[in-house]
């Protein structure tokens, strides 16, 4: 075994993460180098954020251009790349308005307050309650955590933001809890990633959308891991053949540059006035000129076949591999966002294959997530399907 690189990380930092030991200290391709120069097969992509890879031309272009010009002057004053941007969301989109901010949970959190003032409007203070459902993850601040299924992530803060409730993945319960008189809005992710990589049934979002276009709820789709071409569509909602009135954008919108987008219709969109909602950073020229580029890249058509191409080489070489090993459960995605279901604690298997050169996240304690860089060939995810299958075997 070779010798950890690095383990000593300092006592300055808030121990909220158990990091790997290795320091990492380069990338190429879809590669990322540590500090004692070993490279490692990148499937988590900064958590599903670094969709074009390490060391991309055209994304180091448009971060060198963005430079030459404006890094930050507030929402105060207009300036070209945040209102491109939005156009562009706009265009790609059910959406007539956008709201850029700087995280993921950051969108939502914004999400619940259009959701809540545009209720407000039409039912009074009454019709305020958000509900989320079972294996959902929206965010760590307080409103998102409230929507979040995480117990361990949640008890140590109780109490969280209320009026927000969780409830099964069930048509009949959600049928009871929609209270036209109470409930604001429903929000859920087309695709749970942090919940395990499970794609919501089609029958189950298309009836959620009727149940809350009925009652004037509104759906807010969470698209910050599953949108932006992960699944081979620029969003994920567009498989299921409905619309939300909110989505929320994060991840890889900007490149790694951090970033959030709300996106709502302008039923919803229309109820917020200036003042009611902001954030200094948000949508600054900088990170908007660079997220005009990757949204442009992401949203290729080349792009999406790409993805749904090398997805689903990847799928087959899982489903191969469940039939060849009893410690695959299941495998479940679409696109560049796959999980495996497998028999022993997935952090063992996850720190075999990082000595092995393969770097894989978990999705709970026996899930691990496969979100390589969306530009990754089909002989790389090939090499990373290898390396850990000899991971699985121990
Ligand atoms: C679906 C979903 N929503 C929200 C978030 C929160 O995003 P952030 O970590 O940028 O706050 C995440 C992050 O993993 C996510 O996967």
Redesign the pocket.
């Known amino acids: 075994m070779t010798p950890p690189v690095n383990t000593a990380i300092t006592p300055s930092l808030l121990p909220t993460y158990k990091r790997a030991p290795m320091e990492l200290v380069g990338g190429e391709g879809v590669e990322l180098i540590d500090s004692e120069g070993k490279r490692y097969l990148d499937f988590t992509s900064g ?2 954020v670094n969709a074009l890879g390490y060391g991309d031309a055209g994304l180091q272009q448009a971060m060198k251009a963005a430079a030459e010009g404006l890094i930050h002057v507030s929402n105060l004053f207009r300036t070209a790349p945040g209102e491109q941007l939005a156009d562009k969301l706009v265009q790609l989109s059910f959406a007539d308005r956008v709201f850029f901010c ?7 959190e914004g999400a619940f307050k259009i959701a809540r003032r545009w209720a407000r409007g039409i039912g009074g203070p009454a019709k305020h309650e958000i509900i989320a459902f079972r294996g ?6 307080f409103g ?1 955590l409230a929507a ?1 299924d995480r117990p361990n992530y949640r008890m140590p803060f109780r109490p969280l933001a209320g009026g927000i409730s969780i409830i099964e993945r069930d048509i009949e319960d959600l049928d009871l809890a929609l209270n036209a008189e109470t409930v604001a809005a429903v929000i859920l ?1 087309p695709i ?3 919940g395990g990589m499970r794609v919501l049934d089609t029958e189950f979002v298309r009836r959620v959308r009727e149940l809350t276009k009925a009652r004037q709820i509104a759906l807010i789709f ?5 949108g932006l071409g992960r699944t081979g569509r620029v969003f994920a909602y567009e498989e299921i053949g409905v619309t939300p009135d909110i989505m ?1 954008l ?2 890889p919108i900007a490149g790694g540059l ?1 970033m ?1 987008a709300i996106l709502a219709s302008e039923v919803v969109a229309s109820a917020m006035q200036p003042g009611d909602h902001g954030t200094t950073f948000g949508g600054g020229p900088f990170v908007a000129s660079v997220a005009l580029h990757v949204v442009d890249r992401l949203s290729d058509p080349r792009m999406l076949a790409h993805v749904r191409e090398v997805g689903a080489h990847a799928r087959a070489g899982l489903e191969a591999m469940m039939e060849r090993s009893d410690r695959i459960r299941a495998v479940r995605g679409r696109g560049l966002m796959l999980g495996i279901d497998v028999t022993e604690p997935a952090a063992e298997v996850i720190a075999r294959a990082r000595e092995a050169g393969l770097l894989l996240v978990s999705a709970g304690d026996h899930t691990i997530r496969l979100l390589p860089p969306l530009v990754i060939t089909a002989a790389d995810v090939t090499r990373g399907l290898k390396i850990l299958e000899a991971a699985l075997a121990g």
């Open positions: 958590i599903a700087n995280s993921g949970a950051e969108a939502n959902s993850f929206h965010g760590r601040l998102t979040t992710e749970q990633g942090e969470d698209e910050i891991q599953c929320t994060a991840k951090p959030g």
